[in-house]
Structures are given as C-alpha cells and as structure tokens.
C-alpha cells in the first residue's frame, strides 16, 4: 500500500510537507465516505487510494457503500441519465422506492463521520441523518448536471440544501443553490497498478493475450460500456480512419454493481463489430488495473468519444502515461485535454477520426502532446492536489468564519 511520502518523486517535499501540516490540525477525525458501488467506474477507484492515504495522514477515513438491490439501481441509472440531461421516465412509484431504499440504509448503516462525503444521488437522501446526528455533511456530485431535467434537479434540490456544502468537478456544473459549493476536480494515482510504469514484456504479453497485433497502430478506448461512451460512435470512427490507415480498435471496460445497462449496450457493441476482427471488445473483470494500464500504454491514440462526462479518468490515466488523447469536448474531459497542447478536443465522429488520423501520421506530433498531458496531469490532477483539496475545506468546515492558522 503507498504511503504519502511515496509521491514525493512525482510532487516534491514541501507539498507532502504541506498536507501533512494541513492534516495536523484535523488529526484523529473521522472522515467518512458512502457511495453506491466498491467495484466499477471513477467514484470506486478514487475511493480505493483516497482512504490509505487519508489514514496515513491521520485522519480516520471509512468508506461504506449502501446496499440496493437491481430495481433500485435501475432507477438510480434512469436518475444518472436525467441529470446528464437524457430523457428517461421516472415515475412516481420509482420516486417512493428510491426513498424506501434510502430509508432502509438509513437504518442499516453505521454514521460515524466527523464528515461525510456522500457521493452522487444514489445515496443522497442519507442527508436526513444530520437532524439527528448534526456533523458535516457534504454531497459530491461526480456529474456534469448542467443539463439535468429541471422536475428532477429541483427535487434532489431539496436534499441537496440540507448539506453542508457541495462539491463538483468543474465551476461550469455550479447550481443555484443555497449551499456553499465548491471546485475539487478528481485525481489519479500515479502508484496505482493502473497507472505505474510496466515493463515491456508484460505490455507485449497482454497484447498477445488478446490477441492484439503490436504491429499496427492501436486505438484504444477503455469505458464501462455506457450509452454515454459512446462505444458505437467509436467504432463509427475507427471505420473512417481504416478506410485510410490498416489499424485495430480495442474497445475494453468491464460493468459496475450500480449500472444495470451495461450488457445491453456490450451486446450492442459486440453485434456492430461481429464482422471485424480489427475490431477488439474486450469483457474485463473487475480488478484488471494492470492489463488497463498496458492496453493504455500500447495505445497508439487513446480516445474518450464520451457524449456526457463528469470528468473522465480515463483521459488522466491515458495523458499520464503520454498518450496523444483524442476526447469529446465535454463535461471535465476540457479540463484535462487543452486542445492542440495536451490533446485533441473535437465534437463530431468526423472530426475525430480526422484527428485520429492526424496523430496517426505525425508521431512527433502525438508524442509532444502527450509529454506536455503528463505534465499537465502531474500539476493539476495527482493524489496530492486531490487531498489538499478536500483537507482545506474540511477545515473550512470546522473553522467556518475563523481564520485558519496553519
Ligand atoms: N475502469 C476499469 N475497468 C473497466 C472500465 C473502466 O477499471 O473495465 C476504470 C477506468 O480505468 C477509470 C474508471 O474505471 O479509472 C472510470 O472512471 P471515469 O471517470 O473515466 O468514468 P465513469 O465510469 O466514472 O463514468
């Protein structure tokens, strides 16, 4: 397990100084985390870093996951799809369910949280704790919302208020709330098997596992397979760069607990792709960290055709390791891929299989947006920055009206 003074390579001394400095003055308090799901997607693989590193600080971070069963996290996804402003219908009944199923953690869990950082809606309505237990309490919406469906926005408005504070990714997702909201966009581990370095005969040996030729340009995305990946649009792409350039497309993600749609689109994508042996759709289990990160690094252009996006780790993970990235201007996907200086930004399947192209027939070109990606991830979206991020507003939080001597 990495400890804190392990990213001092990748960081420097004075800011493992500073968290630990900032972490003093919290030393001992319980930092709390509750989520929908242990395994699959961005939240979860936060999670897994951020709780070891808090302990190392001295802070007592806990991380629970609420407990539903399929018909709520069918209802959960419809209430994810709205909030990315996608039509869905929500009844009344799945409204009473998805409060029961609140209810019910409500009773079952253990809040034990000096701060609780509850993450996305699923578990939103955990908020009416606080008129028992009072405490902090803040609500992380991991969504670009910006185009959320106003009924439902006004709804989990009404619990979203009770909290504390808000966090979101990007000040482009701020809301007209009454709460303090603040900017902490996510991060990823550097040490992590998804993200450290590998050596070249594990890279070759994962490719020949899948049967991927390290002969011909690779263009890679790794997603959940999500309608708002946009794994057909992908392909839509990959065709109009072969018709140019002999390469392959591997398509690679695996499901999450809390995302009931992914098989229906796998079969999708499996069917739209039967034809191609080009074409590599590649089921992972969950913890295949280690053959994400060499699929990764043996990607000639790494993409994320993303129509919707909180953030997308992915892009970090693909810029860190210096892949030329090809990304959907979206969401906090603009955050990480400055276009034309750490990547590509293009709205349309034309406009990235011409960039794709572009990369694919310049490698100096892809090879100096890369470097300059991880550079860029390095300064912005480390570990570090993430945790200094979170310790300076749960001391605000404490502290609220003080002035903070550190
Ligand atoms: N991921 C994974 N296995 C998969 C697909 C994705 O471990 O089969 C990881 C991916 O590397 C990234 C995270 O899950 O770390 C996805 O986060 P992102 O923000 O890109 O998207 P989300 O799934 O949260 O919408």
Redesign the pocket.
Known sequence: MARLIDYEPFVGKSTIEELSLLAGHLRGKVMQHINATAV????A?ILNWLVPLFRDLGIDARWDVIKGNEKFFVITKKIHNMLHGRKEELTKEDIEYYEEVGDFNLREMNFAGDFMFIHDPQPLTLVKKKAEMGRKWVWRCHIDSTLAEPSLWNYLAGYVKDYDAAIFSTTAFSKDLPIRQVIISPSIDPLSD?NKELEEAFIDRILERFQIDKNRPIVTQ???FDYQKDPLGVIKVYRLVKKRIDCQLVL???GATDDPEGQKILEMVREESRDDPDIHVLL?PPA??KE?NALQRASSVVLQKSLRE?????VA?ALWKERPVVASATGGIPLQVVHNYTGLLSHTIEGTAGFVKQLLQNPEYAKRLGSNGREHIRQNFLVTRHIRDYLLLMLSLEREGDFIYL
């Open positions: 699959g997607g961005g939240v693989e998804k790794i997603s959940r690679a993600g695996g992972l295949s960290d994400i909180g953030f997308g780790l992915t993970e």
